[in-house]
């Protein structure tokens, strides 16, 4: 039956003027959720061409809680019918890639320490591209059904998922009661209120559920419509309950008017539901009873199990969906039934006594034993007769395992604490008291419920059995945990105090109970009391293979040494934990931790063999944020030595591979270093393309200081393709926002390139004002590049200035300070062989100059090379040794044609052309 056919054509309409590329939203609002389901499904059966349908996600009756449970969205979405297309999707990315996904997606990574936060970023992170990959031909239909009035953050976080990513062309269909009340950033929208059944509609919706003559249905529409409001599950359950009842029994035989006009109907729910019950048969109110008292919808296959257990048939559900007694949900690929009309379900579980479903019960409950479910079906709360307690129990404690690993720990605290008081009545059926605690405590624990958790421990402890030593100890650890969480201090204290001095206890109970004595003293602000405990538990640490407490003391003393700023301390804590690693998970998160340590000393040369280790040896067992970080460091480190090419690879692999990449900020910061990397191989057209997008993206997500770090490093690759104007126009505003924002990270380059672009405009007094603004700042803080920059500078003042000693001197000691780092070696020996030019002393100066010819021509730097032949080219002038002058320009024009080739740009390469370098080049020749 065809209803609402106005809005559908709305939606239709506003489907195709949405197009392809755009994120848009359609709101459902109906007080009915099937017709809102109905109109939804239908929407997408008229529109196949133009959307993909891709998940349903049943707000109502499986919420977005926690995080983690974006995560099992993730995971659920690339199985199920979308499992073909997963694969293919793994299938574009390099086998180490495919491994780390599928490894990610096995684990439960709310069990792992330390990767829990990196996780769950990255599991957004993997589901928007693998939406983006599933969009690409059409838009994606993501229906959210029941959209609730809440404060949700995982709820935030799919809905972000979804609309702010601007190249995810992404349908989003929701319903709901009310107007659309959540802050959304799709680009169109379109609110759709499901108005009542015209009497048309209305009789075509009694002809369809009625085996009558459309005479009899216009009579019967004529009789309900008013007082039925036109609200289609009004209708249906009036035909049931009052018209069906009263039709002929020949089908095409009219029904008597006078005898309809005298037919009294209510418009009140209540009456009709009770006259429909009154008229169903005693199996279908004892499953509908059921169904009324459950808080879970059930999976449909165990409902159809249900019903031939009761020897129901299947047409049976048929007829009760036709007349929306029960409705067919849907979440992700999963199917469940229940009754979705709450003024239906309140008045069946008010009106129908908890013995008509006794019976059905007892089969759902024999069923539902040993059943490996993933979402939780609770009915032990349901079971009233004693008889029935020692199922209740046993189903209990199933149900609160299965809710507690579904994130639902309250729920799960609900039937434990059902368990406590019902036990000792249930004959021995169901867990142990022991059982109960043994879950119980930590459940508690986990919610924040300290002092409950506290007596659960103690409780537990007191009904175990005396031989159980190790684990009395181990709960009495828990329960001095709880006290310390309590600021029970004293109470604390004295429990372990006695774990810690009974010389029978293991190494794993002693270790254990000195951390939690040094938490203890160092809560009570005792620090060096604490320290002496955190230093007994570490002597003793390795012998205890427990990853949860080696992290724990790690994080301890890391935040203690960190906050003292003893930086020896934090390298030695470090290569302690390392050396003791007893997983290759421990170890290689020791070892990351390690190269950030030596990366922020400025230890370069010791970060760069681990990081290399790391990338090659253990590059199966990272988090995929680990993943991402070890390739950036190593990046880093590669430009850091000069080593471009190898620093460009790692930087191109990681934009290549959008699943390494969780988020614009990552994606901003790996073009500007590309960009960076591309001006020191002479690459300019590519560095601008680069520098330019990583603007661009970071002025869209007001990323200001990322900003001004690609323009000052654009401003320099204009300053190397002779663009005086444009290069001046971003340094000076680079160096103001850094003068504003006191930045001398930025401050110190800015002025630094400002002093070369003073030089090139032959301004010497000026080059040297913006200088000693550079020394200022790296007197009061600069790191080794600054000072070796600064060097480089200013020795090119000093031969501006003529005092080509101090030039030298200058260089001798820049030489000895950048000893390994093949940028400044390289620059060293270009700058010393000019001077030695200068000078009028060409043996030395052509020995120099032809070192960095050969370091210029192995790590293929054009601007270099053509520097250098620019410089041998000038002293063969000098000498008037044409030889070497036709063959050194000869050269240093292969090396401007092979710097120009790389620029790529016909107005760069005639910038390049006209340059007072190129000039003063042609001049000579």
């Given at each position: 039956?065809?209803?609402?056919?106005?809005?559908?054509?709305?939606?239709?309409?506003?489907?195709?003027?949405?197009?392809?590329?755009?994120?848009?939203?359609?709101?459902?609002?109906?007080?009915?959720?099937?017709?809102?389901?109905?109109?939804?499904?239908?929407?997408?059966?008229?529109?196949?061409?133009?959307?993909?349908?891709?998940?349903?996600?049943?707000?109502?009756?499986?919420?977005?809680?926690?995080?983690?449970?974006?995560?099992?969205l993730?995971?659920?979405?690339?199985?199920?019918?979308?499992?073909?297309?997963?694969?293919?999707?793994?299938?574009?990315?390099?086998?180490?890639?495919?491994?780390?996904?599928?490894?990610?997606?096995?684990?439960?990574?709310?069990?792992?320490?330390?990767?829990?936060?990196?996780?769950?970023?990255?599991?957004?992170?993997?589901?928007?591209?693998?939406?983006?990959?599933?969009?690409?031909k059409?838009?994606?239909?993501?229906?959210?059904?029941?959209?609730?009035?809440?404060?949700?953050?995982?709820?935030?976080?799919?809905?972000?998922?979804?609309?702010?990513?601007?190249?995810?062309?992404?349908?989003?269909?929701?319903?709901?009661?009310?107007?659309?009340?959540?802050?959304?950033e799709?680009?169109?929208?379109?609110?759709?209120?499901?108005?009542?059944?015209?009497?048309?509609?209305?009789?075509?919706l009694?002809?369809?559920?009625?085996?009558?003559?459309?005479?009899?249905?216009?009579?019967?529409?004529?009789?309900?419509?008013?007082?039925?409001?036109?609200?289609?599950?009004?209708?249906?359950?009036?035909?049931?309950?009052?018209?069906?009842?009263?039709?002929?029994?020949?089908?095409?035989?009219?029904?008597d008017?006078?005898?309809?006009?005298?037919?009294?109907?209510?418009?009140?729910?209540?009456?009709?539901?009770?006259?429909?019950?009154?008229?169903?048969?005693?199996?279908?109110?004892?499953v509908?009873?059921?169904?009324?008292?459950?808080?879970?919808?059930?999976?449909?296959?165990?409902?159809?199990?249900?019903?031939?257990?009761?020897?129901?048939?299947?047409?049976?559900?048929?007829?009760?969906?036709?007349?929306?007694?029960?409705?067919?949900?849907?979440?992700?690929?999963?199917?469940?039934?229940?009754?979705?009309?709450?003024?239906?379900?309140?008045?069946?579980?008010?009106?129908?006594?908890?013995e008509?479903?006794r019976?059905?019960?007892?089969?759902?409950?024999?069923?539902?034993?040993?059943?490996?479910?993933?979402?939780?079906?609770?009915?032990?709360?349901?079971?009233?007769?004693?008889?029935?307690?020692?199922?209740?129990?046993?189903?209990?404690?199933?149900?609160?395992?299965?809710?507690?690993?579904?994130?639902?720990?309250?729920?799960?605290?609900?039937?434990?604490?059902?368990?406590?008081?019902?036990?000792?009545?249930?004959?021995?059926?169901?867990?142990?008291?022991?059982?109960?605690?043994?879950?119980?405590?930590?459940?508690?624990?986990?919610?924040?419920?300290?002092?409950?958790?506290?007596?659960?421990?103690?409780?537990?402890?007191?009904?175990?059995?005396?031989?159980?030593?190790?684990?009395?100890?181990?709960?009495?650890l828990?329960?001095?945990?709880?006290?310390?969480?309590?600021?029970?201090l004293?109470?604390?204290?004295?429990l372990?105090?006695?774990?810690?001095?009974?010389?029978?206890?293991?190494i794993?109970?002693?270790?254990?109970?000195?951390?939690?004595?040094?938490?203890?003293?160092?809560?009570?602000?005792?620090?060096?009391?604490?320290?002496?405990?955190?230093?007994?538990?570490?002597?003793?640490?390795?012998?205890?293979?427990?990853?949860?407490?080696?992290?724990?003391?790690?994080?301890?003393?890391?935040?203690?040494?960190?906050?003292?700023?003893?930086?020896?301390?934090?390298?030695?804590l470090?290569?302690?934990?390392?050396a003791?690693?007893?997983?290759?998970?421990?170890?290689?998160?020791?070892?990351?931790?390690?190269?950030?340590?030596?990366?922020?000393?400025?230890?370069f040369?010791?970060?760069?063999?681990?990081?290399?280790?790391?990338?090659?040896?253990?590059?199966?067992i990272?988090?995929?944020?680990?993943?991402?970080?070890?390739?950036?460091?190593?990046?880093?480190?590669?430009?850091?030595?000069?080593?471009?090419?190898?620093?460009?690879?790692?930087?191109?692999?990681?934009?290549?591979?959008?699943?390494?990449?969780?988020?614009?900020?990552?994606?901003l910061?790996l073009?500007?270093?590309?960009?960076?990397?591309?001006?020191?191989?002479?690459?300019?057209?590519?560095?601008?393309?680069?520098?330019?997008?990583?603007q661009?993206?970071?002025?869209?997500?007001?990323?200001?200081?990322?900003?001004?770090?690609?323009?000052?490093h654009?401003?320099?690759?204009y300053?190397?393709?002779?663009?005086?104007?444009?290069?001046?126009?971003?340094?000076?505003?680079?160096?103001?926002?850094?003068?504003?924002?006191?930045?001398?990270?930025?401050?110190?380059?800015?002025?630094?390139?400002?002093?070369?672009y003073?030089?090139?405009?032959?301004?010497?007094?000026?080059?040297?004002?913006?200088?000693?603004?550079?020394?200022?700042?790296?007197?009061?803080?600069?790191?080794?590049?600054?000072?070796?920059?600064?060097?480089?500078?200013?020795?090119?003042?000093?031969?501006?200035?003529?005092?080509?000693?101090?030039a030298?001197?200058?260089?001798?000691?820049?030489?000895?300070?950048?000893?390994?780092?093949?940028?400044y070696?390289?620059?060293?020996?270009?700058?010393?062989?000019?001077?030695?030019?200068?000078?009028?002393?060409?043996?030395?100066?052509?020995?120099?100059?032809?070192?960095?010819?050969?370091?210029?021509?192995?790590?293929k730097?054009?601007?270099?090379?053509?520097?250098?032949?620019?410089?041998?080219?000038?002293?063969?002038?000098?000498?008037?040794?044409?030889?070497?002058?036709?063959?050194?320009?000869?050269?240093?024009?292969?090396?401007?044609?092979?710097?120009?080739?790389?620029?790529?740009?016909?107005?760069?390469?005639?910038?390049?052309?006209?340059?007072?370098?190129?000039?003063?080049?042609?001049?000579?020749?």
């Open positions: 039956m065809l209803t609402h056919a106005k809005e559908l054509k709305r939606v239709s309409e506003f489907i195709a003027e949405c197009g392809s590329d755009n994120r848009s939203w359609i709101h459902i609002r109906s007080a009915d959720r099937h017709a809102a389901r109905r109109f939804i499904a239908k929407t997408l059966d008229d529109n196949t061409e133009e959307i993909s349908e891709l998940l349903t996600v049943n707000l109502a009756h499986r919420p977005l809680q926690r995080q983690e449970d974006l995560i099992r993730l995971k659920d979405m690339t199985g199920g019918r979308h499992q073909s297309f997963f694969a293919q999707f793994l299938a574009r990315y390099p086998r180490r890639i495919r491994q780390m996904a599928s490894q990610f997606l096995a684990s439960d990574l709310t069990d792992k320490q330390h990767e829990q936060a990196a996780g769950d970023h990255w599991a957004v992170h993997f589901l928007k591209c693998f939406l983006y990959e599933y969009g690409k059409r838009p994606l239909g993501i229906i959210l059904e029941n959209l609730p009035h809440m404060d949700s953050k995982p709820l935030k976080s799919l809905l972000d998922m979804l609309l702010a990513e601007p190249h995810l062309p992404v349908m989003v269909f929701s319903s709901g009661e009310e107007e659309l009340d959540i802050a959304i799709a680009e169109q929208k379109l609110e759709i209120h499901l108005r009542k059944l015209s009497v048309r509609e209305a009789e075509a009694v002809v369809d559920q009625l085996d009558t003559t459309e005479i009899n249905a216009r009579l019967i529409t004529n009789h309900l419509f008013v007082k039925s409001r036109g609200d289609a599950r009004t209708i249906k359950f009036m035909l049931k309950a009052f018209y069906e009842p009263f039709l002929p029994s020949d089908s095409e035989q009219l029904l008017s006078k005898a309809l006009t005298a037919l009294k109907i209510s418009e009140n729910p209540e009456n009709f539901f009770q006259s429909l019950i009154d008229e169903l048969p005693e199996k279908t109110v004892d509908l009873s059921l169904l009324s008292r459950l808080e879970d919808p059930l999976p449909l296959p165990l409902f159809e199990s249900l019903l031939k257990r009761l020897k129901l048939p299947r047409s049976a559900a048929g007829d009760w969906l036709t007349s929306d007694w029960i409705n067919i949900i849907k979440h992700l690929d999963s199917e469940y039934v229940c009754i979705d009309w709450p003024l239906f379900k309140d008045f069946l579980r008010q009106n129908t006594s908890v008509r479903a019976n059905a019960l007892q089969e759902l409950a024999a069923l539902l034993e040993g059943d490996d479910r993933n979402q939780p079906v609770v009915i032990s709360n349901q079971f009233s007769n004693p008889d029935d307690l020692g199922i209740a129990c046993q189903l209990a404690f199933s149900e609160a395992q299965t809710l507690a690993a579904s994130g639902a720990n309250y729920r799960a605290l609900d039937r434990l604490g059902f368990l406590r008081r019902n036990l000792s009545r249930s004959n021995g059926k169901g867990p142990t008291q022991i059982e109960v605690l043994e879950m119980l405590g930590p459940l508690q624990k986990t919610c924040g419920l300290y002092e409950n958790a506290f007596e659960s421990f103690r409780e537990w402890r007191e009904l175990m059995p005396k031989k159980e030593r190790d684990q009395w100890n181990d709960v009495s828990e329960m001095a945990d709880v006290l310390l969480r309590m600021d029970a004293a109470e604390a204290r004295y372990i105090q006695e774990l810690r001095i009974r010389e029978s206890n293991s794993r109970v002693k270790v254990y109970a000195n951390i939690l004595m040094g938490e203890l003293e160092q809560n009570s602000g005792h620090a060096e009391y604490a320290l002496k405990y955190y230093r007994i538990a570490r002597a003793d640490l390795s012998n205890v293979a427990e990853p949860a407490l080696t992290f724990r003391l790690y994080d301890i003393l890391k935040d203690i040494h960190v906050n003292a700023d003893d930086r020896p301390a934090q390298e030695a470090m290569d302690g934990f390392l003791e690693a007893a997983d290759d998970h421990a170890r290689a998160y020791f070892q990351v931790e390690l190269v950030r340590f030596y990366m922020n000393e400025g230890r040369e010791e970060a760069l063999p681990l990081a290399i280790s790391l990338f090659r040896s253990h590059r199966g990272y988090s995929p944020a680990a993943a991402n970080q070890i390739r950036l460091y190593l990046a880093e480190l590669y430009a850091y030595f000069g080593k471009w090419y190898l620093s460009r690879s790692h930087l191109q692999e990681l934009l290549a591979t959008d699943l390494l990449i969780p988020g614009a900020r990552t994606r910061n073009m500007l270093s590309l960009g960076i990397v591309e001006k020191e191989l002479g690459r300019y057209r590519a560095a601008l393309d680069h520098l330019q997008e990583a661009r993206s970071a002025r869209d997500h007001h990323a200001v200081r990322e900003m001004y770090q690609c323009r000052i654009t401003g320099h690759t300053l190397l393709i002779h663009n005086p104007i444009r290069a001046r126009e971003h340094l000076l505003a680079t160096l103001e926002w850094a003068e504003n924002s006191d930045d001398d990270e930025l401050r110190i380059p800015a002025a630094l390139f400002l002093s070369s003073e030089l090139h405009r032959k301004r010497v007094k000026a080059a040297g004002k913006y200088l000693e603004q550079a020394k200022v700042g790296i007197d009061l803080g600069g790191n080794r590049i600054d000072r070796l920059n600064y060097a480089y500078y200013f020795a090119q003042f000093k031969v501006a200035e003529g005092e080509f000693d101090v030298l001197e200058t260089i001798e000691d820049w030489q000895k300070d950048s000893t390994g780092i093949i940028k070696e390289n620059m060293s020996l270009w700058l010393l062989g000019r001077i030695y030019g200068l000078q009028k002393d060409p043996k030395k100066a052509e020995k120099a100059l032809l070192k960095a010819l050969e370091r210029s021509l192995h790590y730097t054009p601007h270099l090379e053509f520097q250098v032949c620019k410089e041998l080219t000038l002293i063969a002038h000098q000498r008037g040794d044409m030889d070497a002058f036709v063959k050194w320009s000869g050269r240093a024009e292969d090396a401007f044609r092979k710097l120009a080739d790389t620029i790529d740009d016909e107005i760069l390469h005639r910038q390049l052309q006209e340059s007072n370098e190129y000039e003063e080049f042609r001049k000579l020749r």
